[in-house]
Structures are given as structure tokens and as C-alpha cells.
């Protein structure tokens, strides 16, 4: 995702031989807040499950009442003023998603302290290759009507049975009185809500308070943090420091803090398990990593979009064009989810229309500031690679054509506006199957895949697109939206697909979000719908087979392209924080305008 450390070294952050020495003082107040945590987890361990839940209600309160400051506050870091089209962004990737997330905890608590399971009433059914598959999304009336068309399941590892399934749900939650000690989350830097939801789940997952150090390109949000976060931090459930490399790496050593969280670069997790330089090295081959304690990480990578081919309508290639521009320009590229390489088929007999458009989105989105330390320098390592790229503003668009060498596209996340376009040959399940496997051998990375495709083509292939689905190693998959919906969407999980080691972490270890606390994830799936509002209409009109998934959104708010998207994002907020029908009905007008 990016750095943890300090944002002047960002992606490609790593320890210097010698650790930096902490400023006088600093020492003495880091341990002072190590120790406020011990003592908060002992008084955490005694509250009870329906304390929990009142708790948690009492932050909810407190972030409503942060709302528009958390938004403006973020926008304005990252260069957006109060007129930006885009700075509906810093809504939803924000207090949107920390909102939702509360009111998901808080239901899943309520129901454990009433004595029920938090899959009570939650369809589970079976996934190809024996795995058990969750309906996570959505679960309340409120969100079947906002989202209408989009779904999100949670698949489980193979051989877990639904029953399996119940058993485990509510992890910590299930021994509340069992304490976790005293964790260390490392927050990101990009995204304003990514520190606060890996807060709460080192609090709800694993019973263990939380000392949270902020990235520095956060510090300007460490006041409003503070006041939303106040019902944890007055009790010592949760302590915020700021910081550079010598905080990090006296925290990652303390004695006292039992695990550490990342949501960073992989060569920041690398320095903090392994150091750097020659004795990193040594330690490496002798497998005696530095870090003494457990570690889990978000650490991205390069995602694919595939494009499966079908018989699209212009109104099919232009929105799905904007779509792909959207997944790789929201925040400028800075997203350890931002779509990175699309997958075509050269055998499309509407591949070159296709291409037309995607050129004419993803050079007319609105512009915006490449904020992200760093961001500059790899926007140049990708022209060095690509001399040939067309430059579009300030992005890069780089089409890879049979004398290309794809490596560096396929190997550098560049968290960037830098967007890739690979071809393959094929159509129908011939083309899938080889798209899928371009993206799980050729890709560097497994956090999250993207993949587009019309409901009659879908239809066409039967069982075997979700063999296909089935075959992507990615810990999150967006069939028809972008894979950032299951980073907002509470009940899903989010992480890497299993099988990161701290010798080989590629996109990380462990998952965070996953609201309804369930055990042996093993990815979620995301779908929505093909067709936006009112082109779906026609399909039901016919009766058609292949009408697709109905939905009230016309565009989605996040896309880059919606002309009242910052407008309707801040609706969207303002409805999860205090609800209120008038502003609700405010907000679906300006949604059918976007």
C-alpha cells in the first residue's frame, strides 16, 4: 500500500543500517503510551460484550461529529480544494467507510452478547472447489436500496464446512475476557480511514489495544483522529503517536507490544523483519529475522483489469472505459488497489473501439495533484521503461504491443497514474483462462483482480466463469465494479490471498475489515452491474435472459467521470452519520445527475 515509516521514502522505504536515534524525551513518551495500553487491556478484558457494544456506539457518535472536518481536512492534504470535482473521494474512502464499519462491529457484538451467532439469518452456500461461500452483502434494507446490484460474499479456505463456518465466527469476541496484549499498527498514508480500520480490528479480531502511529502524510489529521477516537483513547484502548523511522523502529522492538500491523510497502516490511543491508542478508539465509514478534501486512501490488470480450453497445464501451480510467485515477493512483494492467483480447472484434474510449477517459478525467511522496520519481521510471507511452496530462498510459517488453508493467507497483494495456489471444473461456492465468503468473502481487464482462457473455459460459473465479489467486475479486468497493464495504474481508510468509510476503499477511469476524477467509468476491441506470430497463422490458443486475445508480459516485460525485459522496456520509430522509431524497437527485 505505501509506507508506514515516513513519507519521503514511501514505496520504496528501507531501514538504514544504523537505527536512527529518537529525539530526547521521545523515548520516555512512546513508553509512557505503551504502558497506558498495557493497563487499558486489562480494563478492556473485563468489559463485557454489551459494554463493547455501547462503547462502540459512543465512537460512532463521536466520528458523525467528525465528519466534515475528517473530509476537509483530507482533501486539503492532498491539494483538493472545496470546489474539486474529485474531493467527494476523501467522504467516502474516510468517515464512509469508518461509519460503516462501526455499525457493522456493533451488530455483530450485539448479537454474540444476546447469544446468538453473528451468521444468524446470513445465506451460506457452497463455492467451486469444495470451499464454503458467505453472503456478506448487504444485510440491512438500506443497503440493498443505496447499492442496489451490488453484492459481496466472503469465500472460505477449502474444506471448511458452513457449520465450520458458524462455529468460528466472532473470533476474539468469542473469549471477550481473553486478552491480546498490546499490538502496533503501522497506518498508511493514502487513505484516511485504512489507520482507524486496522484500530479496530486489532481491537474486535484479537482483543488487543492498539498503539497506532501515523504515516506523516497524516499528521494534518492526527487533531480530528483524536476527537473521533476519543472514547478509546480515554480509557487506554488505543494511544496515537506521529513519527519518522526512529519512532518505527523503536516501536517494532519495544519488548511490551506483542504484534505489529502494516499496511505499507514490501520493502518496509522487509526492513522491519529483516533490516537492511548485509546483516539483513545474513539474517535472511540464516532465517533469524530481527522482529521478534508476530507480524501481519497489506502491502499491494500490481492488479489486474480484465476485460472479457462480448458484444457491447457504444453506451457498454464508454462506461466501462470510465470505469477502468476510475480504478486507476481515483486518489491520483495512490491506492495499493488502483487497476494497473488491463487484460484485452487481440481476437475482439471491438478491442480497437474499445481502446479509442479508454484513451478518450483516462485522458479527460479531471486533473488533480500527484500528492504522494515519491509518486514523481516512478512516474519517471515508468517513461524510462516506456519511452513510447502516451502522456495524457499528467498521466501515463502505456500499450504494450508485441516488441514491448512487459516487465516492468507487470513487476513495478507504481502507485501512480501509470495504467497498462497487455493483449492476449482468445475469446469466451479460451481467453478467460488465459487471461487468468497472465494475471496469477505474471503479475506481481495478489491483493485484488478486476474483471468485466456482459451478462450475456457471463451467462454463455456457465459453470466455468466461476471456475475461473475460482482460479484467481487474488484475496479480492470485483466482477463489474472495482475491487475498492470490498475495501468499503464492512462484511467483506480485505487482504492478500493466503500464502504470504515474511520470507516471501508478496501482498501481505492476514485480513483486516471483516466485520462479521469470520475465521479461515480465504478471499471475498464483489460483483455489480454491468450496466448502470436506465440501461439495464431494456432487458427487463424484453424479459431478456441477460438483463443483468438492476440497480437505482446511474453512475456510481466514485467514478472519476460523475459530474455530481463529490455532491453525492458527501450526501452518502451525512446519511450514514445521522440519517435523515430530506437529505437522502437531496442526495438520489443529485445521483440521477451524475
Known amino acids: 500500500m505505501t509506507s508506514a515509516t515516513t513519507p519521503a521514502t514511501s514505496k520504496g522505504a528501507a531501514a538504514s543500517a544504523k537505527a536512527p536515534e529518537l529525539p530526547e524525551g521521545e523515548r520516555e513518551r512512546l513508553d509512557a503510551a505503551v504502558g497506558d495500553l498495557q493497563t487499558g487491556a486489562a480494563v478492556w478484558s473485563a468489559l463485557t460484550l454489551a459494554q463493547r457494544v455501547t462503547l462502540l456506539q459512543s465512537v460512532r457518535a463521536s466520528v458523525a461529529a467528525t465528519t466534515e472536518d475528517w473530509a476537509n481536512t483530507a482533501a486539503s492534504s492532498k491539494g483538493l480544494d472545496g470546489r474539486h470535482p474529485l474531493r467527494g473521494e476523501e467522504w467516502l474512502s474516510g468517515p464512509y467507510s469508518v461509519l460503516g464499519a462501526l455499525d457493522a462491529y456493533i451488530e455483530t457484538l450485539s448479537r454474540l452478547a444476546s447469544g446468538r451467532n453473528p451468521l444468524d439469518g446470513i445465506r451460506i452456500d457452497r463455492a467451486p472447489g469444495g470451499r464454503t461461500r458467505v453472503h456478506a452483502f448487504p444485510l440491512t434494507g438500506i443497503d440493498r436500496f443505496l447499492l442496489s446490484g451490488f453484492t459481496g460474499e466472503v469465500w472460505l479456505t477449502p474444506g471448511i464446512t458452513p457449520n465450520g463456518a458458524r462455529a468460528g465466527a466472532g473470533l476474539a469476541q468469542r473469549t471477550p475476557n481473553a486478552s491480546g496484549g498490546v499490538g502496533l499498527v503501522l497506518g498508511a498514508g493514502n487513505v484516511t480511514s485504512i489507520p482507524v480500520l486496522d484500530v479496530l480490528y486489532e481491537l474486535l479480531a484479537h482483543n488487543r489495544t492498539a498503539l497506532l502511529k501515523v504515516n506523516p502524510t497524516q499528521d494534518a489529521l492526527v487533531p480530528v483522529y483524536k476527537r473521533a477516537l476519543a472514547p478509546l483513547i480515554e480509557p487506554g484502548f488505543l494511544r496515537i503517536v506521529r513519527g519518522g523511522p526512529a519512532v518505527g523502529a523503536h516501536l517494532t522492538g519495544h519488548p511490551d507490544l506483542v504484534h505489529v500491523h502494516i499496511t505499507g510497502s514490501g520493502a518496509t516490511f522487509d526492513a522491519i523483519v529483516w533490516g537492511a543491508g548485509a546483516p539483513a542478508k545474513r539474517r535472511r539465509r540464516e532465517g533469524r529475522p530481527q522482529l521478534k514478534k508476530p507480524i501481519t501486512a497489506e502491502l499491494g501490488g500490481v492488479s489486474p483489469i480484465i476485460v472479457v470480450p462480448g458484444e457491447w453497445t457504444d453506451a457498454d464501451i464508454t462506461h466501462q472505459a470510465e470505469h477502468i480510467a476510475t480504478m486507476r485515477l481515483q486518489n491520483a493512483g495512490h491506492n495499493c488497489i488502483a487497476g494497473q494492467v488491463v ?252
Open 343 to 594: 487484460i484485452m483480447s487481440a481476437d475482439w472484434a471491438q478491442a480497437e473501439a474499445f481502446r479509442a474510449a479508454l484513451r478518450r477517459a483516462y485522458a479527460t478525467a479531471p486533473e488533480r495533484p500527484i500528492w504522494y511522496p515519491g509518486s514523481t520519481s516512478r512516474m519517471q521510471q515508468a517513461s524510462d521503461a516506456y519511452p513510447d507511452a502516451l502522456t495524457l496530462g499528467d498521466r501515463l498510459l502505456v500499450e504494450i504491443d508485441g516488441s514491448d517488453d512487459a516487465d516492468a508493467l507487470q513487476s513495478t507497483e507504481y502507485f501512480a497514474p501509470v495504467l497498462g494495456v497487455v493483449s492476449l489471444t482468445g475469446t469466451g473461456q479460451q481467453f478467460l483462462d488465459a487471461a487468468v492465468a497472465y494475471a496469477n503468473d505474471e503479475l506481481q502481487g495478489t491483493l485484488g483482480a478486476n474483471l468485466l464482462i456482459d451478462p450475456a457473455t457471463e451467462r454463455s459460459l456457465g459453470s466455468g466463469f466461476e471456475r475461473s473465479i475460482a482460479a484467481l489467486r487474488y484475496g479480492s475479486i470485483a466482477i463489474n465494479t472495482w475491487t475498492a468497493l470490498g475495501f468499503i464495504l464492512p462484511t467483506v474481508t480485505w487482504g492478500a490471498f493466503p500464502g504470504g510468509t515474511i520470507e516471501d510476503v508478496g501482498s501481505g499477511i492476514g485480513v483486516v475489515h471483516n466485520a462479521l469476524l469470520l475465521d479461515s477467509v480465504e478471499r471475498s468476491v464483489v460483483r455489480g452491474p454491468f450496466r448502470p441506470l436506465p440501461r439495464w430497463i431494456g432487458g427487463v422490458l424484453t424479459r431478456s435472459k441477460d438483463r443483468g443486475r438492476i440497480t437505482i445508480l446511474p453512475k456510481p459516485p466514485w467514478f472519476v467521470s460523475a459530474r455530481t460525485g463529490a455532491e453525492v459522496s458527501e450526501g452518502l456520509t451525512r446519511f450514514r452519520a445521522t440519517g435523515g430522509v430530506p437529505g437522502l431524497v437531496r442526495t438520489l437527485l443529485e445521483a440521477l445527475r451524475a
